[in-house]
Protein backbone atom coordinates (compact mmCIF):
# COMPACT_ATOMS: atom_id res chain seq x y z
CA UNK A 1 0.00 0.00 0.00
CA UNK A 2 1.07 3.31 -0.48
CA UNK A 3 0.27 6.65 1.13
CA UNK A 4 -0.98 8.16 -1.74
CA UNK A 5 -4.35 8.20 -3.42
CA UNK A 6 -6.40 9.46 -5.65
CA UNK A 7 -9.28 9.41 -3.48
CA UNK A 8 -9.40 8.63 0.27
CA UNK A 9 -12.74 7.58 1.93
CA UNK A 10 -13.03 7.90 5.29
CA UNK A 11 -15.94 5.35 6.48
CA UNK A 12 -16.36 1.36 4.78
CA UNK A 13 -20.34 1.21 5.13
CA UNK A 14 -22.28 0.91 1.56
CA UNK A 15 -22.00 4.22 0.80
CA UNK A 16 -18.23 4.85 1.08
CA UNK A 17 -17.63 1.86 -0.43
CA UNK A 18 -20.02 2.81 -3.80
CA UNK A 19 -18.28 5.85 -3.84
CA UNK A 20 -15.31 4.58 -3.93
CA UNK A 21 -15.65 2.11 -6.73
CA UNK A 22 -17.67 4.36 -9.13
CA UNK A 23 -14.67 6.79 -8.67
CA UNK A 24 -11.82 4.55 -9.80
CA UNK A 25 -14.34 2.15 -12.21
CA UNK A 26 -12.65 1.58 -15.63
CA UNK A 27 -10.00 3.69 -14.64
CA UNK A 28 -6.19 3.65 -13.20
CA UNK A 29 -7.37 5.73 -10.12
CA UNK A 30 -6.72 4.32 -7.00
CA UNK A 31 -8.94 4.93 -4.12
CA UNK A 32 -8.15 3.53 -0.15
CA UNK A 33 -11.14 3.11 1.92
CA UNK A 34 -10.20 4.09 5.88
CA UNK A 35 -12.80 1.95 8.52
CA UNK A 36 -12.19 2.04 12.23
CA UNK A 37 -14.70 -0.92 12.67
CA UNK A 38 -16.17 -3.28 10.04
CA UNK A 39 -16.03 -2.93 6.28
CA UNK A 40 -19.57 -2.89 5.18
CA UNK A 41 -20.83 -0.32 8.32
CA UNK A 42 -24.04 0.45 10.04
CA UNK A 43 -26.30 -1.27 6.86
CA UNK A 44 -24.55 -4.69 7.21
CA UNK A 45 -24.13 -5.61 10.87
CA UNK A 46 -26.35 -3.78 12.68
CA UNK A 47 -28.96 -2.04 10.85
CA UNK A 48 -30.48 -2.66 7.33
CA UNK A 49 -29.68 -6.60 7.46
CA UNK A 50 -29.64 -7.87 10.62
CA UNK A 51 -33.36 -5.77 11.28
CA UNK A 52 -35.14 -6.93 7.94
CA UNK A 53 -33.97 -10.81 8.91
CA UNK A 54 -35.50 -10.18 12.68
CA UNK A 55 -38.57 -8.87 11.42
CA UNK A 56 -39.54 -11.05 8.20
CA UNK A 57 -39.99 -14.41 10.65
CA UNK A 58 -42.66 -12.67 12.55
CA UNK A 59 -44.54 -11.06 9.26
CA UNK A 60 -44.43 -14.83 7.71
CA UNK A 61 -46.39 -15.71 11.07
CA UNK A 62 -48.55 -13.36 11.06
CA UNK A 63 -49.28 -14.04 7.44
CA UNK A 64 -50.15 -17.81 8.07
CA UNK A 65 -52.21 -16.78 11.12
CA UNK A 66 -54.33 -14.89 8.70
CA UNK A 67 -54.20 -17.89 5.69
CA UNK A 68 -56.94 -21.25 5.86
CA UNK A 69 -55.24 -23.93 5.76
CA UNK A 70 -51.84 -23.17 7.19
CA UNK A 71 -53.28 -21.14 10.21
CA UNK A 72 -54.72 -24.59 12.17
CA UNK A 73 -51.28 -25.97 11.40
CA UNK A 74 -49.68 -22.87 13.27
CA UNK A 75 -52.04 -22.87 16.04
CA UNK A 76 -50.90 -20.98 18.74
CA UNK A 77 -47.11 -21.68 18.41
CA UNK A 78 -44.76 -18.79 18.69
CA UNK A 79 -41.06 -18.06 17.06
CA UNK A 80 -38.29 -20.36 17.31
CA UNK A 81 -36.12 -17.57 18.94
CA UNK A 82 -32.73 -19.55 18.42
CA UNK A 83 -33.76 -20.45 14.75
CA UNK A 84 -34.63 -16.70 14.21
CA UNK A 85 -31.04 -15.58 15.87
CA UNK A 86 -29.02 -17.91 13.93
CA UNK A 87 -30.38 -16.95 10.60
CA UNK A 88 -29.83 -13.03 11.62
CA UNK A 89 -25.89 -14.04 12.27
CA UNK A 90 -25.85 -15.42 8.79
CA UNK A 91 -26.80 -12.15 7.13
CA UNK A 92 -24.33 -10.00 9.30
CA UNK A 93 -21.34 -13.14 9.12
CA UNK A 94 -21.38 -12.92 13.04
CA UNK A 95 -19.73 -9.15 12.90
CA UNK A 96 -16.87 -10.83 10.37
CA UNK A 97 -15.90 -8.26 7.96
CA UNK A 98 -13.49 -10.58 5.96
CA UNK A 99 -15.90 -11.01 2.82
CA UNK A 100 -16.17 -7.13 2.57
CA UNK A 101 -12.44 -6.58 2.42
CA UNK A 102 -12.08 -9.21 -0.43
CA UNK A 103 -14.91 -7.80 -2.38
CA UNK A 104 -12.72 -4.28 -1.89
CA UNK A 105 -9.52 -5.58 -2.83
CA UNK A 106 -10.84 -7.14 -5.96
CA UNK A 107 -12.23 -4.00 -6.71
CA UNK A 108 -8.91 -2.37 -6.73
CA UNK A 109 -9.51 -0.22 -3.66
CA UNK A 110 -7.20 -0.45 -0.43
CA UNK A 111 -8.62 -0.91 3.10
CA UNK A 112 -6.64 0.84 6.27
CA UNK A 113 -7.96 0.12 9.62
CA UNK A 114 -7.96 2.89 11.99
CA UNK A 115 -9.96 6.35 12.52
CA UNK A 116 -9.39 8.49 10.15
CA UNK A 117 -9.41 12.57 10.20
CA UNK A 118 -8.87 15.38 8.08
CA UNK A 119 -5.51 17.37 8.77
CA UNK A 120 -5.99 20.27 5.94
CA UNK A 121 -6.61 20.22 2.32
CA UNK A 122 -6.88 16.46 0.65
CA UNK A 123 -4.98 15.27 3.86
CA UNK A 124 -6.02 12.61 6.25
CA UNK A 125 -4.14 10.87 9.15
CA UNK A 126 -4.53 7.74 10.57
CA UNK A 127 -2.99 7.24 13.94
CA UNK A 128 1.20 8.39 12.86
CA UNK A 129 0.38 7.46 9.29
CA UNK A 130 -0.60 10.44 6.83
CA UNK A 131 -2.40 9.96 3.37
CA UNK A 132 -2.72 12.45 0.96
CA UNK A 133 -5.53 12.52 -1.76
CA UNK A 134 -4.42 13.89 -5.56
CA UNK A 135 -7.75 14.38 -6.16
CA UNK A 136 -10.36 13.94 -3.75
CA UNK A 137 -11.48 13.19 -0.07
CA UNK A 138 -15.10 11.71 1.15
CA UNK A 139 -16.48 11.57 4.34
CA UNK A 140 -18.80 8.78 4.28
CA UNK A 141 -18.63 8.05 8.21
CA UNK A 142 -22.75 7.95 8.76
CA UNK A 143 -24.34 8.60 12.19
CA UNK A 144 -24.44 7.19 16.12
CA UNK A 145 -27.52 6.63 18.21
CA UNK A 146 -28.38 9.64 19.85
CA UNK A 147 -28.53 9.43 23.97
CA UNK A 148 -30.86 12.59 25.11
CA UNK A 149 -29.89 13.87 29.08
CA UNK A 150 -31.98 12.34 31.14
CA UNK A 151 -31.24 12.08 34.61
CA UNK A 152 -29.51 8.18 34.58
CA UNK A 153 -30.36 7.12 31.70
CA UNK A 154 -26.56 7.15 29.90
CA UNK A 155 -25.60 5.96 33.25
CA UNK A 156 -28.08 3.25 33.16
CA UNK A 157 -25.78 1.89 29.61
CA UNK A 158 -29.16 1.24 27.61
CA UNK A 159 -29.43 0.04 24.57
CA UNK A 160 -29.28 1.23 21.11
CA UNK A 161 -30.49 0.13 17.89
CA UNK A 162 -26.90 -1.90 17.77
CA UNK A 163 -28.17 -3.51 20.98
CA UNK A 164 -31.65 -4.39 19.45
CA UNK A 165 -30.53 -5.81 16.12
CA UNK A 166 -27.78 -7.79 17.45
CA UNK A 167 -29.69 -9.02 20.19
CA UNK A 168 -28.49 -12.32 21.89
CA UNK A 169 -31.03 -12.60 24.60
CA UNK A 170 -34.84 -11.79 24.20
CA UNK A 171 -35.47 -9.41 27.79
CA UNK A 172 -38.62 -10.11 29.56
CA UNK A 173 -39.70 -6.54 29.61
CA UNK A 174 -38.43 -3.71 27.14
CA UNK A 175 -38.76 0.02 27.53
CA UNK A 176 -38.40 1.69 24.10
CA UNK A 177 -37.75 5.78 24.35
CA UNK A 178 -39.33 6.87 20.83
CA UNK A 179 -41.55 6.51 18.01
CA UNK A 180 -40.28 6.32 15.28
CA UNK A 181 -38.60 3.51 12.19
CA UNK A 182 -36.56 2.73 14.79
CA UNK A 183 -38.50 2.36 18.03
CA UNK A 184 -41.76 0.60 15.94
CA UNK A 185 -39.56 -1.90 14.01
CA UNK A 186 -37.49 -3.21 17.51
CA UNK A 187 -41.01 -3.05 18.87
CA UNK A 188 -42.15 -5.20 16.05
CA UNK A 189 -39.79 -7.76 16.47
CA UNK A 190 -39.29 -7.92 20.03
CA UNK A 191 -42.75 -8.42 20.92
CA UNK A 192 -42.83 -11.47 17.85
CA UNK A 193 -39.30 -12.76 20.14
CA UNK A 194 -41.99 -13.12 23.32
CA UNK A 195 -41.05 -9.32 25.16
CA UNK A 196 -43.22 -7.67 27.12
CA UNK A 197 -42.43 -4.10 25.34
CA UNK A 198 -43.39 -0.55 26.81
CA UNK A 199 -42.91 2.58 24.74
CA UNK A 200 -42.87 6.20 25.58
CA UNK A 201 -43.86 8.70 23.09
CA UNK A 202 -43.70 12.40 22.66
CA UNK A 203 -46.59 12.30 19.83
CA UNK A 204 -47.99 9.65 17.93
CA UNK A 205 -45.77 7.01 16.26
CA UNK A 206 -44.02 7.47 12.46
CA UNK A 207 -44.72 11.41 13.07
CA UNK A 208 -43.39 12.38 9.77
CA UNK A 209 -45.73 9.69 7.63
CA UNK A 210 -48.91 10.45 6.74
CA UNK A 211 -50.98 10.24 10.17
CA UNK A 212 -53.29 7.18 9.20
CA UNK A 213 -50.04 4.81 9.21
CA UNK A 214 -48.94 5.98 12.48
CA UNK A 215 -52.65 4.60 13.87
CA UNK A 216 -52.58 1.47 11.73
CA UNK A 217 -49.09 0.63 13.40
CA UNK A 218 -49.89 1.59 16.86
CA UNK A 219 -53.28 -0.55 16.32
CA UNK A 220 -51.26 -3.41 15.11
CA UNK A 221 -48.65 -3.04 18.22
CA UNK A 222 -51.01 -3.14 20.90
CA UNK A 223 -52.84 -5.76 19.56
CA UNK A 224 -49.35 -7.60 19.77
CA UNK A 225 -49.58 -6.82 22.84
CA UNK A 226 -47.42 -3.31 23.07
CA UNK A 227 -48.27 -0.73 25.74
CA UNK A 228 -47.83 2.23 24.36
CA UNK A 229 -47.78 5.58 26.08
CA UNK A 230 -48.18 8.88 24.29
CA UNK A 231 -47.58 12.42 25.37
CA UNK A 232 -45.03 10.88 27.66
CA UNK A 233 -41.67 11.56 28.93
CA UNK A 234 -38.75 9.13 31.19
CA UNK A 235 -38.12 11.95 33.68
CA UNK A 236 -35.29 9.54 35.30
CA UNK A 237 -33.87 6.41 35.03
CA UNK A 238 -31.97 4.50 38.33
CA UNK A 239 -29.96 1.31 37.62
CA UNK A 240 -27.78 0.30 40.39
CA UNK A 241 -26.68 -2.72 38.85
CA UNK A 242 -25.69 -1.03 35.30
CA UNK A 243 -22.68 -2.85 33.84
CA UNK A 244 -20.95 -3.32 30.11
CA UNK A 245 -21.67 -6.85 28.85
CA UNK A 246 -21.35 -6.72 25.17
CA UNK A 247 -23.92 -6.13 22.19
CA UNK A 248 -27.44 -7.56 22.60
CA UNK A 249 -27.09 -8.78 26.24
CA UNK A 250 -28.85 -7.30 29.34
CA UNK A 251 -26.94 -4.36 30.49
CA UNK A 252 -27.25 -5.32 34.07
CA UNK A 253 -30.01 -5.67 36.40
CA UNK A 254 -33.44 -4.32 36.28
CA UNK A 255 -33.95 -0.91 35.99
CA UNK A 256 -36.46 1.69 37.22
CA UNK A 257 -38.08 4.95 35.15
CA UNK A 258 -40.30 7.66 36.10
CA UNK A 259 -42.46 8.24 33.37
CA UNK A 260 -44.16 11.84 33.33
CA UNK A 261 -47.25 12.33 30.85
CA UNK A 262 -50.73 14.38 31.01
CA UNK A 263 -51.62 11.97 33.62
CA UNK A 264 -49.15 12.54 36.29
CA UNK A 265 -45.67 10.46 37.20
CA UNK A 266 -45.63 6.90 37.14
CA UNK A 267 -42.62 4.23 37.78
CA UNK A 268 -42.45 1.12 35.83
CA UNK A 269 -39.66 -1.67 36.23
CA UNK A 270 -37.92 -3.02 33.27
CA UNK A 271 -35.56 -5.40 32.37
CA UNK A 272 -33.77 -3.12 29.61
CA UNK A 273 -33.95 0.13 27.74
CA UNK A 274 -34.23 0.95 24.47
CA UNK A 275 -33.06 4.23 23.43
CA UNK A 276 -34.81 4.84 19.65
CA UNK A 277 -34.24 8.53 19.88
CA UNK A 278 -32.69 9.70 16.49
CA UNK A 279 -29.33 9.49 15.96
CA UNK A 280 -26.59 12.54 15.00
CA UNK A 281 -23.37 12.67 12.57
CA UNK A 282 -20.45 11.21 13.54
CA UNK A 283 -18.36 14.28 13.22
CA UNK A 284 -17.19 15.42 16.73
CA UNK A 285 -13.76 14.11 15.59
CA UNK A 286 -13.09 14.07 12.38
CA UNK A 287 -11.00 17.59 11.92
CA UNK A 288 -13.18 18.97 10.09
CA UNK A 289 -11.62 22.45 11.91
CA UNK A 290 -9.05 21.95 9.96
CA UNK A 291 -10.53 22.73 6.43
CA UNK A 292 -13.05 25.10 7.83
CA UNK A 293 -15.83 23.39 8.69
CA UNK A 294 -18.03 22.80 12.03
CA UNK A 295 -17.51 20.06 14.21
CA UNK A 296 -20.13 17.59 15.79
CA UNK A 297 -23.26 18.51 13.09
CA UNK A 298 -23.75 17.40 9.83
CA UNK A 299 -21.59 18.46 6.42
CA UNK A 300 -23.03 21.13 4.29
CA UNK A 301 -22.79 19.91 0.40
CA UNK A 302 -24.24 20.88 -2.71
CA UNK A 303 -26.15 18.62 -5.43
CA UNK A 304 -22.90 17.30 -6.32
CA UNK A 305 -21.88 16.29 -2.73
CA UNK A 306 -19.37 18.54 -2.34
CA UNK A 307 -18.50 20.32 0.76
CA UNK A 308 -15.57 21.83 0.38
CA UNK A 309 -13.82 23.18 -3.29
CA UNK A 310 -13.64 20.75 -5.52
CA UNK A 311 -11.86 18.18 -3.57
CA UNK A 312 -14.25 17.22 -0.26
CA UNK A 313 -17.13 15.56 -0.58
CA UNK A 314 -19.64 13.82 2.02
CA UNK A 315 -22.29 11.61 0.98
CA UNK A 316 -24.63 9.60 2.82
CA UNK A 317 -26.38 10.08 6.51
CA UNK A 318 -23.11 12.21 7.29
CA UNK A 319 -25.03 15.43 5.18
CA UNK A 320 -28.01 15.23 6.95
CA UNK A 321 -29.87 15.42 3.44
CA UNK A 322 -31.73 11.61 3.82
CA UNK A 323 -31.14 9.26 6.68
CA UNK A 324 -31.48 6.01 4.77
CA UNK A 325 -29.02 3.31 3.18
CA UNK A 326 -30.67 3.63 -0.43
CA UNK A 327 -30.63 7.38 -0.40
CA UNK A 328 -26.87 7.29 1.06
CA UNK A 329 -25.80 4.42 -1.95
CA UNK A 330 -27.46 7.09 -4.39
CA UNK A 331 -25.53 10.21 -2.79
CA UNK A 332 -22.38 7.75 -3.51
CA UNK A 333 -22.98 6.68 -6.92
CA UNK A 334 -23.33 10.23 -7.86
CA UNK A 335 -20.33 11.48 -5.52
CA UNK A 336 -17.86 8.90 -7.54
CA UNK A 337 -19.41 9.68 -11.00
CA UNK A 338 -18.63 13.86 -10.31
CA UNK A 339 -15.11 12.61 -9.04
CA UNK A 340 -14.44 10.76 -11.80
CA UNK A 341 -15.11 13.32 -14.26
CA UNK A 342 -13.21 15.86 -12.85
CA UNK A 343 -10.37 13.56 -12.56
CA UNK A 344 -10.44 13.18 -16.42
CA UNK A 345 -11.48 17.19 -17.08
CA UNK A 346 -14.90 16.19 -18.28
CA UNK A 347 -18.11 18.10 -17.88
CA UNK A 348 -20.40 17.56 -14.48
CA UNK A 349 -23.62 19.02 -16.17
CA UNK A 350 -25.31 16.41 -16.88
CA UNK A 351 -28.27 15.59 -14.48
CA UNK A 352 -26.36 12.00 -13.65
CA UNK A 353 -23.95 14.56 -12.01
CA UNK A 354 -26.32 16.24 -9.54
CA UNK A 355 -28.31 14.45 -6.63
CA UNK A 356 -31.84 14.87 -6.77
CA UNK A 357 -33.95 12.43 -5.39
CA UNK A 358 -33.55 13.33 -1.82
CA UNK A 359 -35.24 16.59 -2.86
CA UNK A 360 -38.58 15.38 -2.36
CA UNK A 361 -38.47 12.07 -3.91
CA UNK A 362 -36.81 9.83 -1.29
CA UNK A 363 -38.51 6.61 -1.16
CA UNK A 364 -39.01 4.65 2.30
CA UNK A 365 -40.08 1.47 3.60
CA UNK A 366 -41.26 1.12 7.35
CA UNK A 367 -41.08 -3.25 7.73
CA UNK A 368 -43.39 -3.31 10.84
CA UNK A 369 -46.32 -5.43 9.95
CA UNK A 370 -48.36 -3.72 8.45
CA UNK A 371 -45.48 -2.36 6.38
CA UNK A 372 -45.61 1.39 5.61
CA UNK A 373 -44.12 2.34 2.11
CA UNK A 374 -44.02 5.82 0.93
CA UNK A 375 -42.25 8.41 -1.56
CA UNK A 376 -42.59 12.23 -1.51
CA UNK A 377 -43.65 14.15 0.37
CA UNK A 378 -46.94 13.62 2.98
CA UNK A 379 -50.21 15.95 1.97
CA UNK A 380 -49.33 18.34 5.55
CA UNK A 381 -45.63 18.52 4.17
CA UNK A 382 -46.83 19.61 0.46
CA UNK A 383 -49.47 22.28 1.58
CA UNK A 384 -46.34 23.61 4.08
CA UNK A 385 -44.24 24.13 1.60
CA UNK A 386 -47.01 25.72 -0.62
CA UNK A 387 -47.75 23.55 -3.07
CA UNK A 388 -51.26 23.52 -4.45
CA UNK A 389 -52.19 19.53 -4.23
CA UNK A 390 -55.33 17.72 -4.15
CA UNK A 391 -55.33 14.28 -2.62
CA UNK A 392 -56.85 10.60 -3.13
CA UNK A 393 -57.35 7.73 -0.99
CA UNK A 394 -58.75 4.34 -0.45
CA UNK A 395 -58.83 0.98 1.47
CA UNK A 396 -56.42 -1.46 0.02
CA UNK A 397 -59.55 -3.85 -0.67
CA UNK A 398 -58.45 -5.47 -4.25
CA UNK A 399 -58.48 -8.90 -5.73
CA UNK A 400 -54.79 -9.18 -5.04
CA UNK A 401 -54.89 -8.10 -1.53
CA UNK A 402 -57.62 -10.30 -0.14
CA UNK A 403 -55.40 -13.62 -1.88
CA UNK A 404 -52.56 -12.46 0.04
CA UNK A 405 -54.21 -13.55 3.27
CA UNK A 406 -56.92 -13.18 5.24
CA UNK A 407 -58.45 -10.24 6.89
CA UNK A 408 -56.27 -8.46 4.94
CA UNK A 409 -56.28 -4.29 6.62
CA UNK A 410 -54.58 -1.68 4.23
CA UNK A 411 -54.93 2.16 3.29
CA UNK A 412 -53.58 4.23 0.24
CA UNK A 413 -53.05 7.44 -0.62
CA UNK A 414 -51.59 10.00 -3.11
CA UNK A 415 -50.56 13.79 -3.11
CA UNK A 416 -51.25 15.48 -6.60
CA UNK A 417 -50.03 18.34 -7.81
CA UNK A 418 -53.30 20.31 -9.06
CA UNK A 419 -51.43 22.10 -11.72
CA UNK A 420 -49.50 19.89 -13.60
CA UNK A 421 -51.74 16.82 -12.32
CA UNK A 422 -48.83 14.55 -11.73
CA UNK A 423 -47.67 12.97 -8.17
CA UNK A 424 -45.94 14.54 -5.73
CA UNK A 425 -46.54 11.81 -2.86
CA UNK A 426 -47.73 8.43 -2.16
CA UNK A 427 -48.38 6.12 0.90
CA UNK A 428 -49.54 2.78 1.06
CA UNK A 429 -49.83 0.49 4.32
CA UNK A 430 -50.62 -2.79 4.38
CA UNK A 431 -48.97 -6.57 4.52
CA UNK A 432 -46.48 -6.25 1.36
CA UNK A 433 -46.64 -3.00 0.40
CA UNK A 434 -43.40 -2.56 0.19
CA UNK A 435 -43.24 -4.39 -2.99
CA UNK A 436 -45.42 -1.99 -4.93
CA UNK A 437 -43.28 1.22 -3.64
CA UNK A 438 -40.96 1.67 -6.54
CA UNK A 439 -43.99 2.28 -9.07
CA UNK A 440 -44.90 5.26 -7.16
CA UNK A 441 -41.11 6.44 -7.03
CA UNK A 442 -41.01 6.14 -10.55
CA UNK A 443 -43.72 8.05 -11.17
CA UNK A 444 -42.80 10.60 -8.89
CA UNK A 445 -39.77 11.13 -10.30
CA UNK A 446 -40.47 10.78 -13.60
CA UNK A 447 -43.47 13.38 -13.06
CA UNK A 448 -45.70 11.20 -14.70
CA UNK A 449 -48.91 12.76 -15.53
CA UNK A 450 -52.18 11.02 -14.44
CA UNK A 451 -53.62 10.90 -17.47
CA UNK A 452 -50.37 8.82 -18.64
CA UNK A 453 -50.67 6.57 -15.39
CA UNK A 454 -53.97 5.41 -16.84
CA UNK A 455 -52.51 3.45 -19.40
CA UNK A 456 -50.10 1.72 -16.77
CA UNK A 457 -52.55 -1.19 -16.40
CA UNK A 458 -51.96 -3.12 -13.09
CA UNK A 459 -51.43 -7.05 -12.99
CA UNK A 460 -54.49 -9.39 -11.64
CA UNK A 461 -54.59 -10.13 -9.47
CA UNK A 462 -52.20 -8.27 -7.77
CA UNK A 463 -51.65 -6.05 -4.75
CA UNK A 464 -50.89 -3.40 -7.41
CA UNK A 465 -54.70 -3.37 -8.82
CA UNK A 466 -54.91 -0.17 -6.02
CA UNK A 467 -53.35 1.98 -8.56
CA UNK A 468 -56.74 1.36 -10.44
CA UNK A 469 -58.47 2.22 -7.58
CA UNK A 470 -56.77 5.83 -6.63
CA UNK A 471 -56.65 6.43 -10.22
CA UNK A 472 -60.47 5.94 -10.22
CA UNK A 473 -60.90 8.19 -7.14
CA UNK A 474 -59.10 10.78 -8.57
CA UNK A 475 -61.27 10.60 -12.07
CA UNK A 476 -63.99 11.15 -10.25
CA UNK A 477 -62.87 14.85 -8.40
Not at 358 to 385: I, K, L, N
Not at 412 to 425: E, M, P, Q, W
Request: charged share 20%.
Amino acid sequence: MTDTYDVIVLGGGPVGENAAQYAVANSDRTAVIVEHELVGGECSYWACMPSKALLLPGSVLDQARNMPGVASLVGDRTLDVDAVLARRDSYTHRLDDSSQVEWAESAGIDVVRGHGRLAGEKTVTVGDRTLTARHAVVLATGTTAAVPPIPGLREARPWTSRDSTNLNEVPDRVLILGGGVVACESATWLLALGARVTMVVRSGLLGTSEPFAGTAVADALIAAGADIRTGATIARVDRPDARDTGYGHVHGGPATVTIESDNGTDTLEVDEILVAAGRRPATDDLGLDTVGLTPGGSVPVDDALTAVGDWLYAAGDVNGRALLTHMGKYQARVCGDVIAARADGRPTDSRRHRATADHGQVPQVVFTTPEVASVGPTEGAAREAGRDVRTVETDIAVAGSSLRQDNFSGHAKLVIDRASDTLLGATFVGQGVAEILHSATVAVVGAVPLDVLWHAVPSYPTTSEIWLRLLEEAREQ
